[in-house]
């Protein structure tokens, strides 16, 4: 287990991270674990980003979106929850997210998650509904690309919701699968409404090495790991937020 202090706003939350496929020992080259600093890497570094969950309008300053790094934007987000990841880069990783410390669905306008890495060079996703009083997203994709080991963008992708295609729990909103609130076990409910993210990686490492597990997962067609491993989840107790890791090729 790491703990990752972001000291500058003295949050600290852990990340558990789970090995299901051996990984050998691998050298770390990355010393940065802070998600607000600048980071080069290469393949099988830790990378460290984090999530900050909120409504649309608390990543905006000025009408324009700012990293949660940045202060202009740490009043707005004092109030709300961040989780921090260190997944190794280009390994397939999925974020297990413990919906009832986010709440999203109780966020006035609806409930947004944005990832975020980086201070000079500072990248951040656009803002990413979760759940409103009405439905509830609970499986996202999301690449982050590189260039020479530095982060240059954080994409949400999506299957135009071919994986819950013809399942009644589900309806398509915006693109994506989603289930009606109602049917979420804390509304009363059945389904489990848990929120995992699927994070794969693409571009070039310091070294020119190309990272290429987003190109196998898209060509895989596979935008979703959750359902293969959703038997694991009875043994994630981590207080905040899981983190299970994937060895390359699924
Ligand atoms: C989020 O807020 C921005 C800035 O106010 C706005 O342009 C954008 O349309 C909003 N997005 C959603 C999905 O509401
Ligand atoms: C929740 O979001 C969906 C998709 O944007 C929208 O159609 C619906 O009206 C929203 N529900 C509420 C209560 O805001
Ligand atoms: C529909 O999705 C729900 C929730 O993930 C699942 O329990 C159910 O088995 C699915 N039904 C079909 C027909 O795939
Ligand atoms: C999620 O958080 C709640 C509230 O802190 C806790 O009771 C529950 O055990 C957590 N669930 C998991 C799977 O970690």
Not at 75 to 98: A, G, Y
């Amino acid at each position: 287990m790491e703990a990752i202090n972001c000291s500058r706003y003295g949050w600290m939350y852990f990340a558990m991270l789970l090995s299901i496929l051996s990984v050998g020992a691998r050298a770390n080259t990355n010393k940065v674990y802070s998600p607000c600093m600048d980071a080069t890497v290469h393949k099988n570094d830790g990378f460290t980003f984090g999530l900050a969950f909120a409504s649309n309008k608390s990543f905006f300053y000025n009408k324009i979106q700012l990293s949660p790094c940045d202060s202009r934007l740490a009043e707005k987000l004092r109030e709300h929850k961040i989780s921090l990841f260190r997944p190794q880069v280009d390994e397939v990783t999925l974020l297990l997210v413990n919906h009832t410390e986010i709440n999203p669905e109780n966020v006035e306008g609806g409930g947004f998650a944005v990832a975020y890495a980086g201070k000079k060079h500072a990248v951040v996703s656009a803002p990413h509904f979760l759940a409103n009083s009405s439905y509830r997203i609970t499986s996202l994709s999301l690449v982050l690309n590189f260039e020479q080991g530095r982060l240059q963008n954080i994409l949400w992708k999506n299957d135009g919701c071919k994986s819950c295609l013809g399942n009644s729990s589900f309806a398509c909103v915006r693109g994506e699968c989603a289930i009606q609130s109602t049917a979420c076990i804390e509304a009363g409910g059945r389904v489990d409404c848990s929120l995992s993210i699927q994070l794969t990686w693409s571009g070039t490492d310091q070294r020119q090495e190309v990272l290429n597990s987003w190109y196998q997962m898209s060509n895989l067609n596979q935008y979703s790991l959750y359902g293969l491993y959703s038997n694991l989840k009875s043994t994630l107790t981590d207080r905040f937020s899981n983190m299970i890791r994937f060895a390359k090729s699924p």
